[in-house]
C-alpha cells in the first residue's frame, strides 16, 4: 500500500493511505516522506537499511553460571572425589572454583579444569561433555 507522511513546517502533519484524494492538496510548503510497505518495529527483529528489510536477531549464546549452578549438574559422588582429593592440581582447581562468585564456561581455565577432571579420572570424557551441555543449558535457560 502506498503511504505518504505529509509534513509542512513542523506544525502540522497528515498521513495518505493511497485511498481517495490526498487529504491536504500537496504545495512547495510540504515535504513528503514515503512511508510504504515498511512495517512497524518487530520485537526481536533487526533491521537491515542496506536491504530494507528485518531479520531475525542474532542468537546470544550464555556462558555464565554460578557456582550453585555447577554444583547442582555433579553427583555426589563427583563432589565428594573432587573436594576431597589430595592431587595438588584438584586441590588447586577446587580452590580457585569454591571462591569463584561465577564461572565462565568459555574460559581456557574451565576448559582446563573439566581435562584436569577428566586425566585424573574424577569425570570420564563423555561425563565431562554431559556436565558441560547441562551448565550450558543453565546459563542460557
Do not use: C, H
Amino acid at each position: 500500500m502506498k503511504r505518504q507522511l505529509q509534513i509542512k513546517s513542523s506544525l502540522a502533519s497528515s498521513e495518505w493511505s493511497g485511498g481517495g484524494g490526498m487529504p491536504v492538496p500537496p504545495d512547495a510548503t510540504w515535504t513528503f516522506v514515503d512511508v510504504s510497505d515498511r512495517p512497524e518495529a518487530v520485537v526481536g527483529m533487526t533491521y537491515d537499511a542496506t536491504t530494507d528489510t528485518f531479520g531475525p536477531a542474532p542468537v546470544i549464546v550464555r556462558t555464565i553460571v554460578t557456582p550453585a549452578q555447577v554444583v547442582s549438574v555433579l553427583t555426589a559422588a563427583e563432589w565428594q572425589i573432587a573436594t576431597t582429593s589430595t592431587d595438588a592440581d584438584v586441590v588447586w582447581a577446587m580452590a580457585q572454583f569454591q571462591l569463584a562468585q561465577r564461572v565462565d564456561l568459555a574460559d581456557p581455565q574451565f576448559a582446563a579444569l573439566m581435562a584436569g577432571l577428566v586425566s585424573k579420572g574424577i569425570v570420564t570424557a563423555a561425563r565431562a561433555a554431559d556436565i558441560q551441555s547441562d551448565l550450558m543449558a543453565l546459563a542460557n535457560a
